[in-house]
């Protein structure tokens, strides 16, 4: 089978899964699907499949993501020593789990262990004797055999048996593959507890754990870590299979898978100098052949992730697969399990499995609400294959078959909706795209830095996403809050609308104007992303510039050698987004800053350019207002004399009737006061004063009969023209003896300020 996908020909598939039953959804997928699934139909069944596990179960029972009581914060689980017998033919587990914990505060005399309520309590028994409990739903909270302070260690043998609680779809299944038994678990998110007592949370991993199952002879036991041993039962029929899991592992990635496998092994030479790592497939015997091709890619799978994502988190153990009766697959840590039809063997469902064995298993994420940090990652890890073995063109390609642009956040806000945690658009495509863009974002280097940081950080742990966040600015230096915030928390994409034209410049080369609008309705109503522009220049060889988009409408100016003949918005497609070309249409190109500043009585005359378009335009204040005294006209002329000073804030809009296009933007005009003197029409010395002065007169008589100079008049000269009959201009051509009259007559006959400006 071809690694690359076909993505248009299932277009009925995933319509034809959702009509389907619930007791057929409750089995393994059919066999018969297309052998080509796009990646989004893939983690819709992935997610359907594992949500199924936990809806259906709460027909039966309450199950909730409630906050963890708080005797489970007093304790940390260090070991279990977990041994199940499972009779298959009464289908009632058999069990007894050493629990071995330390207490992390002072004065812990009784814990709380997460139990599932359909199943018996045989007994809690201490080395020192018997333990007391009670039991409240799911939960037994077991009286300690005394007081236990920080870094004590206490411990338990919790005996049980039962049923695991069964409504069509659980996280314990004794089911049937064709005429065989097929038995098996699937505890995500929070059903470990239904068929053994735990401390059933992400964030307290044992350090190891013992895992023995026994089983009717005919049948086979994978789980997880390395397989010690098996023994032989001979009362009962029956063998036990050992195996220890060495590495730290949550609840919920314990697993049993029991069938009448055919069991075949290959290897992973990770070093020359160890021994290899043992592959383990644990197949149905009528998918052995078709496993040997599909699942037999697997060291070639492991070696390009090791490449990526550094070592194999597990590799004194092993990796492998194991069929169980379930849809979809499950990454069983060690161990995943897969689907026994056709898509558990698709390269794209292996490669997304291994995937979680870093991102999920290794790094776990600390809430449900942060799942994207595990299928997120794992979704990206598929085309993340795709990159490096066929390269950029199929790895965007591959990208793009992921895009999902509907609503809702990918931080998960209801955990108690396991359809909502397991949402296939949500949690797989966008988590995959959140982590593609990071590596736009960041780049190479910096995307190759924060994935080591995270993984060193932690490894064998849980993370929340600020955890993420935190971890990966500190790593790569660079602020992500504004990413996370919009990318996380937030809900859809940018719509992105760009102009462009370019022009002989006045200063020689090319005048280059590109316009970037951000037009979606919905929140954020703007995004901040670094965003790459391809500029196909006609002169010149081709060039890529990243310039930063983070407000809603950005004009940004280039000069250049060359005229441009197009330009493109992210043309390698590293953003979620929509993106149109409206080169042509007209557009403004004068930035605020090129809007001249003005003074109050002077001629003002400045224009805000147009580019593009047919006409005819209409130019208007949109809102705000144009200083008094000033008005616009179509040609975008600002002009007028001002006669109010202060700050002036306006829009102006731009109507092209010829194309039914608009445009808008902001300025700001500054009007200075009339300057010198306090704007006293009349002060011609800019001494100042309420009133006209000898010295003013001498001021004008001597400028214009004597020196026929403006020496002592001040520079802007509008003072010195009391009859306003004109500007004052430099070498005083406006001076008249009307002016010189006025003062005189003012000062010395009338007294009264007769035909003087009411400013004087």
Not at 234 to 248: A, G, V
Request: with cysteine.
């Amino acid at each position: 089978m071809s690694k690359s996908l076909s993505f248009l020909r299932v277009l009925l598939i995933l319509s034809t899964l959702l009509i389907i039953t619930p007791a057929v959804q409750a089995g393994a997928l059919a066999d018969n699907l297309p052998d080509d699934l796009s990646p989004s139909q893939l983690h819709q069944i992935m997610g359907e499949q594992k949500a199924l596990a936990l809806d259906q179960a709460r027909r039966q029972q309450s199950i909730v993501a409630s906050a963890p009581a708080t005797n489970q914060t007093d304790y940390d689980v260090r070991w279990y020593d977990i041994n199940i017998r499972v009779n298959d033919t009464t289908e009632v587990l058999y069990g007894q789990v050493t629990i071995v914990a330390d207490a992390v505060v002072d004065g812990v005399t009784e814990v709380e262990i997460d139990y599932g309520e359909t199943m018996t309590v045989e007994s809690i028994i201490a080395p020192s004797g018997s333990l007391s409990y009670t039991r409240s739903g799911d939960v037994v909270t077991v009286t300690l055999d005394g007081t236990y302070d920080a870094g004590e260690t206490f411990q338990f043998d919790f005996n049980y048996s039962g049923h695991p609680v069964e409504s069509g779809f659980q996280a314990f299944t004794f089911g049937w593959h064709g005429s065989q038994r097929s038995i098996s678990s699937l505890s995500e998110p929070y059903m470990a507890r239904t068929w053994w007592p735990c401390k059933d949370r992400m964030d307290d991993k044992p350090d190891s754990i013992g895992i023995h199952i026994e089983v009717d002879t005919v049948l086979y036991c994978a789980s997880n870590g390395t397989l010690d041993s098996i023994t032989t039962v001979p009362s009962s029929n029956s063998h036990t299979f050992h195996y220890t899991c060495h590495y730290p592992i949550t609840t919920y990635l314990f697993s049993v898978a029991i069938a009448d496998y055919i069991v075949w092994e290959q290897e992973y030479v990770y070093d020359a100098e160890e021994d290899p790592m043992p592959v383990i497939h644990h197949v149905y015997s009528d998918w052995y052949d078709y496993s040997l091709t599909t699942w037999g890619q697997t060291p070639q799978f492991i070696e390009v992730l090791v490449a990526n994502y550094g070592p194999y988190p597990f590799l004194t153990e092993k990796y492998g697969h194991a069929n169980f009766d379930w849809g979809g697959g499950m990454e069983h840590q060690t161990v995943t399990s897969m689907t026994g039809s056709s898509f558990g063997f698709y390269w794209a469902v292996v490669v997304h499995e291994l995937g979680h064995q870093w991102w999920g298993d290794l790094v776990t994420c600390k809430s449900w609400r942060d799942i994207w940090l595990n299928e997120g990652w794992a979704s990206y890890t598929e085309a993340l294959y795709e990159l490096e073995t066929s390269g950029w063109a199929d790895y965007h390609a591959y990208m793009n078959t992921m895009v999902y642009k509907g609503g809702g956040t990918i931080w998960v806000d209801d955990t108690t909706n396991v359809w909502r945690i397991f949402n296939g658009g949500l949690s797989y495509d966008k988590g995959a795209w959140v982590v593609h863009m990071l590596r736009g974002v960041l780049g190479e280097e910096l995307f190759a830095t924060g994935i080591e940081a995270y993984r060193t950080e932690f490894a064998y742990l849980a993370a929340t996403t600020e955890d993420f966040r935190s971890c990966w600015e500190v790593a790569t230096g660079v602020d992500l809050d504004p990413f996370i915030n919009q990318w996380i928390y937030g809900q859809y994409y940018p719509i992105y609308e760009y102009y462009y034209a370019s022009e002989p410049s006045d200063t020689g080369g090319y005048d280059i104007f590109l316009l970037v609008k951000q037009t979606q309705s919905t929140q954020p109503d703007v995004f901040e992303m670094p965003v790459d522009f391809f500029f196909d220049y006609t002169l010149t060889p081709d060039d890529t510039l990243t310039l930063v988009v983070d407000e809603r409408i950005e004009l940004f100016k280039f000069n250049q050698s060359s005229p441009v003949s197009q330009i493109k918005l992210d043309p390698a497609e590293w953003i979620l987004k929509d993106a149109y070309d409206r080169s042509g249409y007209m557009f403004i190109i004068t930035y605020d800053s090129e809007l001249s500043d003005g003074v109050e009585g002077d001629t003002y005359n400045d224009t805000v350019e147009i580019r593009g378009g047919t006409g005819p335009f209409e130019i208007r204040v949109v809102s705000g207002m144009l200083p008094p005294g000033l008005t616009v006209d179509n040609n975008g002329v600002i002009s007028g004399m001002p006669s109010q000073a202060g700050l002036f804030s306006f829009q102006i809009g731009c109507i092209d009737h010829g194309e039914s296009t608009a445009d808008q933007r902001g300025y700001d005009i500054q009007i200075e006061a009339a300057s010198c003197c306090q704007g006293k029409v009349g002060d011609a010395n800019a001494l100042g004063g309420d009133e006209p002065t000898i010295g003013d007169v001498s001021v004008l008589i001597d400028a214009k009969f004597i020196t026929g100079t403006c020496t002592g008049i001040i520079d802007c000269l509008m003072e010195a023209d009391i009859n306003q009959s004109g500007g004052i201009d430099p070498i005083c051509d406006d001076i008249t003896i009307g002016d010189v009259s006025i003062l005189i007559d003012y000062l010395f006959i009338t007294g009264a300020s007769l035909g003087l400006p009411d400013c004087l």
